[in-house]
């Protein structure tokens, strides 16, 4: 029962405006499988919300599952929000409407619980903009018991600082059972009529919660972090009953949460936050039938999850770490699973998801199997291929069109700097791929490289288009016309890799090495494709961020900085302006190498990857020392599978 | 074997684009199981056509679509081929592949495709195209548009409507991202009239247009409630909700 008034947008009026915008489909909702339930009869209202437009985060898997996942809940009505385009806020800020759910067109305010999910650093202002568009005041110390809960989860929520003025509490790691635990909680709550800080309490119970207001950060003075602690939270006797009893019943007897001997009525929420990781997927939920949109999403396909996390241990991956340890599904329920949504949902092509899908143990069987069966005729395609003739073949063995080309990674030119970043990838190996890929057909290869990377020098930039331009001479020499697409992103140190601590490089320093590569690819058969240096350098800093810039995200949300992934909508001018206003210095959070003891915003969010293997890694980088896979059964020791009682789960062996 | 659908692209769904609907319709087929025919080559398309297509925000009542059936798959009747002596059998006509196809047959899977259509749209008749008619687009003369408009003065509506009757020629110019073009509205407008609605809580008022098709080409309602303010009505032509409600064919 939804306990706030409110006034839902009438169809005939929305209906009369939507011819203003572009794509109003956006907005409209009515997709198959999207549910509706009677408000009356549940009693959590959750929206899930992404801070980007609807066809992207329609495309987003983990949506779709805490969709299935929340719904199947009887006593629980999801339903979902984006982020309305530059043209739809404008309209709803001259007709004085608030954000709405697509499902019920309700305002986003009347909902018990507004999930974001944090895929991008650069959807923050987005974050804020929906807040304020629902109605629910920006700051967390500003709502009260009549607004909604605001959790986030997703990646960036394992270092997102500088959200957490706004979020009231943050969801680590894998979200399926968690976010039920966290539902489970706030109707727990609802029905104590007990204060809002009492919920955040008792949601810093969950592993996998982490309360952002319940934690001090100490500054030293050169604008250092000195210490990340729990601020002591004092609470009155029922609740403190309520702590006790938690604490000693489990379910989670890893967590550090505490109740003060010493101080009567004290409560210390966990020294570090540890991300929740389910043990097995097999068992985890999954949407047979997942919501099918009426526009065309980014990715118009069926997805099938076929493992999750990766251990091949580039340095540079923060997925790699985020996601451990790896976790297969059986290949029967791969295949169950495919067979069964491309039945329903109509989808002609079905693609087998991963971080790395050519690592997925039983990938053969299961794609010639799909190949050869399934109801619709269906394409099937791997994401995120590794760079190898054994992964090539698994294309060419998936009859991917070779019109469209094919796409591998090998992320630095020279085998010095794949060295430094563990990419376990030789040159032999990439001019392997190629030939192979030109034999079945491809004629447009197209390669992702990083700059900017550690320790790169002007050699290993240039590498990068010798490789290029020696595919295209392989290509020539079978006969051939080739096309090689060369595209470059500049490497962005991310929050909890062993890169963690090195500087971001400056904008110039990085259009100047594109600068060269620019010169050297040209020619015919070659393209070379950049992205722009200073969103580069805007993703460095709110990556690894602290929460000093919240102030900055306001401000940038009141000047109107929307969609800032998006080229067009990208106003690296403004943001300077944003910073120079809010006195942040852009180098100190961008280009600044760390200190080994420094500690880091994120140091109080436990991945499961202890800082000192990190370090290890870091060193051993350097060094140029490669660091095998622990997939096939010899353990590294990043420390997740002891300290998180967890283990790597391959197929067959449950 | 050609079939034609007549089905409906309803109020909730009026936001869709032409592209949107063919992509959700391609969908509803293959969820419905029917047997469509592919196109031969790299890359096997559906044989499925579409005619005189809706701009985003437009709704319609009768819209047409044909698709090509895979004869060897046709269920019930699969890979028979022959005069169509069996009772209950239809000759597709007089086509070159002489195909049958169950009369209950093609009735369920009419309804397997409604069934499995997304809310907003349904099916709403089907039939056999005979091999060697023309194509629909040729046969389509004209559209009945519903115009709902809201807040105008009534007396304005309909002098406005009575001047643009009167002239001979009316021009508006289209505006693409590229070009303008000037199109002459007048010749294409059959005929207009209009309805009111009731005055309470405000002005509501329905216009009704028919509009010609020539050889696939025709002009947009819209583009002549933009016109209707050169004879003195106030109106956001983005505002209002346009309906097709009948499409003519020869
Ligand atoms: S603890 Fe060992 S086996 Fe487990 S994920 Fe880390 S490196 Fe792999």
């Known amino acids: ?654 | 074997m050609k079939i034609r659908v007549k089905y409906r692209k309803g109020d909730s769904v009026r936001f869709l684009s032409h592209l949107d609907v063919a992509r959700v319709i391609q969908m509803s087929l293959r969820r419905a199981g029917w047997p469509v025919a592919m196109t031969q080559g790299f890359s096997p398309k559906p044989k499925i056509s579409f005619y005189a297509p809706l701009p985003v925000g437009t709704a319609g009542e009768e819209e047409y679509f044909d698709v090509v059936l895979d004869s060897e798959k046709i269920p019930g009747s699969a890979g028979k081929k022959g005069s169509g002596k069996g009772q209950g059998r239809i000759p597709t006509g007089a086509g070159a592949h002489g195909d049958v196809i169950d009369l209950k047959e093609l009735k369920s899977l009419a309804r397997a495709l409604s069934d499995n259509m997304p809310p907003g749209f349904s099916v709403r008749g089907v039939s056999i195209v005979p091999d060697q008619e023309e194509s629909l687009e040729e046969k389509i003369s004209a559209s009945e548009y519903e115009v709902d408009i809201k807040g105008v003065e009534r007396d304005s509506l309909v002098s406005a409507v009575n001047a643009f009757l009167r002239e001979h020629s009316v021009l508006f110019q289209i505006q693409r991202p590229k070009e303008t073009k000037d199109v002459d509205l007048r010749p294409y407008v059959l005929d207009m009239d209009v309805k009111l609605g009731k005055p309470e809580p405000e002005e509501r008022a329905f216009i009704t247009m028919k509009i010609k098709h020539d050889a696939g080409r025709t002009v947009r309602p819209q583009w002549v409630l933009a016109c209707l303010s050169r004879f003195g009505l106030q109106i956001d032509p983005r505002e209002a909700v346009v309906d097709r409600k009948k499409v003519y064919l020869d």
């Open chain 1, 1 to 654: 029962m939804l306990g706030v008034r409110y006034n839902i947008i009438e169809w005939d009026d929305l209906r009369r405006e939507l011819g203003k915008v572009q794509k109003p489909a956006r907005y409209t909702g009515g997709e198959i499988n999207a549910r509706v339930k009677d408000h009356s009869s549940v009693d959590v209202h959750f929206a899930l919300a992404f801070p980007d437009v609807y066809e992207v985060g329609m495309s987003h898997l983990g949506s779709q599952i805490l969709y299935h996942v929340l719904n199947s809940r009887q006593d629980v009505a999801c339903e979902r929000v984006y982020a309305p385009w530059i043209d739809m806020e404008k309209l709803l800020r001259e007709k004085g409407w608030p954000l709405f759910s697509i499902e019920s067109r309700l305002p986003l305010y009347v909902f018990d619980i507004v999930g974001f999910s944090l895929q991008y650093e650069l959807t923050y202002t987005n974050v804020l903009a929906m807040l304020d568009l629902g109605r629910i005041p920006l700051r967390s110390r500003d709502r009260t018991r009549e607004h909604p809960l605001v959790i986030a989860g997703g990646p960036c929520a394992m270092a997102a600082e500088p959200l957490s003025d706004f979020i009231d509490a943050f969801a680590l790691g894998d979200g399926e059972e968690l976010v039920l635990e966290i539902v489970d909680v706030y109707r727990q709550w609802k029905r104590s009529g007990r204060p809002r800080k009492d919920l955040l309490i008792m949601l810093s119970l969950l592993e996998g919660v982490y309360v952002p207001s319940f934690y001090s950060v100490d500054y030293g003075t050169d604008g250092t972090i000195e210490a990340i602690r729990p601020k002591e939270i004092p609470v009155d006797p029922g609740m403190y009953a309520h702590i006790r009893d938690t604490l000693s019943k489990g379910p989670n007897p890893r967590k550090c949460a505490s109740l003060n001997e010493d101080k009567p009525g004290i409560y210390l929420p966990p020294e570090r936050v540890r991300k929740r990781v389910v043990r097995s997927l097999e068992d985890a939920p999954f949407p047979l039938d997942p919501v099918i949109p009426l526009m065309e999403p980014i990715h118009d396909r069926a997805m099938v999850e076929i493992f999750r996390g990766c251990t091949q241990g580039c340095r540079f991956c923060q997925a790699g770490v985020l996601y451990r340890p790896v976790r297969e599904r059986e290949p029967e329920t791969v295949e169950r699973l495919a067979r069964e949504i491309l039945a329903r949902s109509g989808y002609d092509e079905v693609s087998l998801v991963s971080l790395s899908s050519a690592d997925y143990s039983r990938i053969k069987e299961v794609v010639s199997s799909l190949v050869k069966d399934n109801p619709c005729a269906a394409r099937v395609s791997l994401p995120s291929l590794r760079v190898d003739s054994f992964s090539v073949g698994l294309a060419e063995a998936l009859g991917t069109s070779t019109h469209t080309g094919l796409t591998l990674a090998p992320e630095a030119g020279s085998q010095r700097m794949r060295d430094v970043i563990n990419k376990k990838v030789t040159e032999g190996d990439i001019l392997e791929a190629s030939l192979h890929a030109f034999r079945a057909g491809f004629s447009h290869i197209k390669f992702y490289f990083m700059i900017g990377l550690p320790g790169e020098t002007d050699e290993d930039v240039a590498a990068i288009a010798d490789l290029a331009v020696r595919v295209r001479q392989a290509g020539r020499d079978l006969g051939i016309r080739p096309t090689v697409v060369v595209s470059v992103s500049g490497f962005v140190p991310k929050p909890h890799t062993p890169f963690q601590w090195e500087a971001c490089m400056v904008p110039e320093e990085i259009a100047r090495r594109q600068a060269i590569l620019a010169r050297a690819l040209r020619g015919p058969g070659l393209e070379f494709r950049y992205h722009d240096a200073e969103m580069t350098r805007l993703e460095a800093i709110f990556s690894r961020g602290d929460r000093r810039l919240g102030a900055s995200l306001e401000l940038a949300f009141k000047r109107g900085r929307r969609f800032d992934a998006w080229p067009d909508r990208f106003d690296p001018v403004a943001w300077e302006e944003i910073f120079r206003e809010t006195g942040v210095d852009a180098a100190f959070y961008a280009h600044r190498e760390r200190g080994k003891d420094e500690v880091l915003p994120w140091d109080h969010l436990d991945s499961g990857v202890r800082k000192s293997y990190l370090w290890k890694e870091r060193e051993r980088a350097l060094e140029r020392m490669l660091t095998r896979d622990c997939r096939a059964g010899l353990c590294t020791g990043c420390g997740i599978c002891p300290d998180f009682g967890v283990r790597v789960r391959l197929a067959g062996e449950r």
